[in-house]
């Protein structure tokens, strides 16, 4: 990574930073990383096409990178100015990207689910992304090869903010697919903040998470998992990897040394276990009811005793259930 010796690269940072959400503020902080290396001169900008378009005849920026929408993609292939994209969802042609690898994160969630016990598997996330269609890819692709399947509730992201037009649409969509859920089932949410919504929805009709319902959501937003209880399961895509790896990208463009249009994608800093999924699923009634006892009442010196006697059975009887459920 070697400094310009003539005047430092101009770079404009397209990120949509009043949202707060820390894949924005993690992307940024990557980019910086990155940047503060290079020598650059960053300018944060709202992901408008005036501001790329030249003053007194000059471009004002020697590269672009950020959540690059299909106009201001246009507008920086005809000035010639280096673009580099890190939004998934982008409908942007023709440019390079960084991309978060959902589809690995599909394969974490299913693989921490089939390890905590389950057999039943759920899916909930977007209608018509292609985060959601990649991460189910990589939840069918274990799944399928262990010989289970899942039920799915998809929605459409659109209608959910401002004046909330669609939120009634959600929320009943919602509470039927709950009903129809059979427990214990864990379930891959496509964004931790809709994991809440399904908590809700999930005590509503009186199944308690993470004993009847277990949970993993995604991207990892601190404020979000970090409560009310349970405290979310989550897999962190670790967005400060890809604004690195994206402004690694862009530096290499503006210097002339990749010419190749190509899209990337980032692994995922790994899956972060939390309360959402701190239970070990059984099919038999008796050894559920005792691993809720046990769940419910961890933090009390219990007994062996005291889980026979929640259970109503002999200690025999329950051990053999144990070893038979459980191994």
């Not at 959400?21 to 993690?26: A, D, I, Q, S, V």
């Not at 440019?95 to 921490?112: C, I, N, P, R």
């Not at 691993?291 to 419910?296: A, D, G, H, T, V």
Request: aromatic content about 8%; overall charge positive; proline content about 5%.
């Amino acid at each position: 990574m070697k400094k310009d010796n003539h005047r430092p690269k101009r770079v404009a940072i397209c990120l949509e930073m009043e949202w707060g959400y820390k894949r924005h503020l993690e992307t940024y902080a990557g980019i910086h990383k990155y940047a503060d290396k290079a020598g650059w001169d960053c300018v944060t900008i709202p992901s408008a096409v005036r501001i790329l378009k030249p003053k007194s005849g000059v471009a004002p920026f020697d590269g672009v990178l950020g959540r690059i929408t299909e106009p201001l993609a246009q507008t920086a292939r005809k000035l010639k100015i280096p673009a580099v994209n890190v939004w998934l969802n982008s409908p942007a042609k023709k440019v390079s990207s960084v991309l978060a690898d959902f589809e690995t994160s599909g394969k974490m969630a299913a693989q921490h689910l089939v390890g905590r016990g389950f057999r039943r598997f759920g899916y909930m996330g977007f209608l018509r992304e292609k985060d959601s269609r990649l991460q189910i890819q990589g939840f069918r692709e274990i799944l399928k090869a262990l010989g289970f399947r899942f039920t799915t509730y998809r929605f459409q992201r659109t209608g959910l903010g401002g004046e909330a037009l669609g939120w009634e649409k959600f929320s009943e969509g919602l509470q039927k697919w709950v009903e129809s859920l059979e427990p214990p089932i864990g379930i891959l949410v496509g964004n931790d903040l809709y994991c809440r919504h399904l908590i809700e929805t999930c005590r509503a009709k009186g199944l308690q998470v993470p004993q009847d319902v277990a949970i993993v959501g995604t991207s990892n937003e601190p404020a979000i998992c970090a409560s009310p209880y349970p405290a979310l399961t989550s897999i962190d895509l670790d967005f400060e990897l890809i604004g690195f790896r994206a402004a690694a990208k862009l530096d290499a463009m503006m210097n002339g040394k990749d010419k190749v249009q190509t899209v990337e994608y980032s692994p995922p800093k790994g899956l972060i276990p939390r309360q959402s999924t701190d239970v070990l699923a059984a099919e038999d009634p008796i050894v559920a009811n005792a691993l809720r006892f046990i769940s419910e009442n961890g933090q009390e010196r219990i007994q062996v005793k005291d889980v026979v006697t929640a259970a109503s059975i002999t200690r025999r009887t329950l051990e053999r259930k144990f070893r038979d459920s459980l191994g």
